[in-house]
């Protein structure tokens, strides 16, 4: 039986390979043309050594040199001594360039474009083959026709022919015009990844989703991804917009909700003037409860200023939870090509 190995690379690459219960990762990587770095093969340098993100291995055998007791219980491991008991995702602690490997481009066919309401946009992208990427991840995205690349992550779950997004539709932005005015199922779409360093760990403890805006794409994904693996802790999601029309997906939410055992979601606005009953920032809608006291998984993604505020929030509050992830949807540069 072969298991599917993420190997994510320190510049958020992340390539896939499948890997046999009987090889070890560093022969399946060889094999699929990823040169992970090695050096002894035997359990002696530590050269090989990776932090294990998700999913069960058997370490095999080694010396304390190359791995102590310690690491080796926080998770570390040596890609030419495991092998794989379940699905991995490996953290792998050199570039994907170092590997003779980088992401990979893909070729995609507009399906559907979905103006969500006058600032929320989604669309949907029809694949070759079933995209892989783990839940929260993100791909950079050609403006077809002017070689311009932007970052965009998922709204929908990994493994499907079919691949979702939604974006905030910015006046005069490159991404934005083209899909609000041009768009048309049909359209050929080239995308590049994929990338990020954000996406759902194995959920061990409660979680604590917070998005911002169209920042609830990648919680949308971990939430459908979720819907197949249902969670054994509670999930809870604040979702945070400016005016009442950026609030969109409430009624996937809502099914998510009716899916999902102990997912619970609730959104506010931040516009004092909007007749939406909760009002004002993600932050004034923590509750205890939700942050458990630090044993808590945050994912937190949305617009850098919201990312700055939360994270100052729980920096002032001085509760430390177990992990905290996050990404920030910062703009593209105008000469990202690929970026
Ligand atoms: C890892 C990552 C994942 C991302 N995922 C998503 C996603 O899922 N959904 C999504 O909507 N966006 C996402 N973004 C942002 C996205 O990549 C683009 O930056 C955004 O869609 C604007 O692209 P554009 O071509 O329409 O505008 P551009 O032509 O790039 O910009 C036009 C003008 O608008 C400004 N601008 C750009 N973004 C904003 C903004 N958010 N608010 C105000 N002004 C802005 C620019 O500085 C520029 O002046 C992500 C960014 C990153 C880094
Ligand atoms: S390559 Fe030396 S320990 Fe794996």
Not at 27 to 54: H, L, M
Not at 61 to 67: G, K, R, T, V
Not at 237 to 242: E, H, K, M, P, R
Not at 298 to 325: I, N, Q, W
């Amino acid at each position: 039986m072969a298991f599917r190995v993420a190997l994510n690379f320190e510049d958020g690459v992340t390539r896939f390979i499948n890997c046999p219960a009987t090889d070890t990762v560093a022969d399946a990587s060889y094999r699929a043309g990823i040169n992970i770095p090695i050096d002894c093969r035997d359990g002696a340098c530590g050269t090989c050594k990776v932090f294990c993100e998700s999913g069960k291995y058997d370490g095999g055998s080694y010396i304390e040199d190359a791995l102590t007791d310690e690491e080796a219980a926080k998770g570390f491991a040596l890609t030419c001594q495991m092998r794989p008991k379940s699905d991995l995702v490996l953290r792998v602690p050199v570039p994907s360039s170092a590997c003779k490997t980088g992401p990979v481009k893909q070729k995609a066919v507009m399906e559907v474009v979905n103006k969500l309401s006058p600032t929320t946009i989604s669309f949907t992208l029809k694949l070759t083959e079933p995209v892989k990427f783990l839940p929260g991840q993100y791909v950079n995205i050609e403006v077809p026709g002017t070689g311009q690349y932007r970052a965009y992550s998922f709204s929908s779950a990994p493994g499907a022919d079919i691949a979702s997004f939604l974006i905030r539709n910015i006046p005069g932005g490159l991404m934005s015009t083209f899909i609000a005015s041009q768009a048309k199922p049909g359209d050929e779409v080239n995308f590049i990844g994929p990338s990020g360093s954000f996406f759902l760990r194995e959920i061990a403890r409660p979680v604590l989703m917070l998005a911002g805006g169209t920042g609830l794409a990648p919680m949308l994904s971990m939430l459908a991804y979720m819907e197949a693996n249902p969670p054994a802790q509670k999930v809870h999601l604040v979702y945070g917009v400016t005016n009442d029309e950026d609030l969109v997906e409430t009624a996937a939410l809502d099914e998510f909700a009716a899916k999902i055992p102990g997912f619970t979601w609730e959104a506010c606005i931040a516009n004092p003037a909007s007749a939406y009953p909760r009002k004002g920032y993600v932050t004034q809608h923590l509750l205890p409860e939700h942050i458990n006291g630090g044993d808590v998984d945050v994912y937190l993604c949305g617009p850098p200023a919201m990312v700055e505020a939360v994270r100052k929030y729980f920096t002032d509050t001085g509760v430390t939870p177990v992990s905290f992830h996050y990404e920030k949807f910062n703009p593209s540069s105008p000469s990202d090509k690929a970026a």
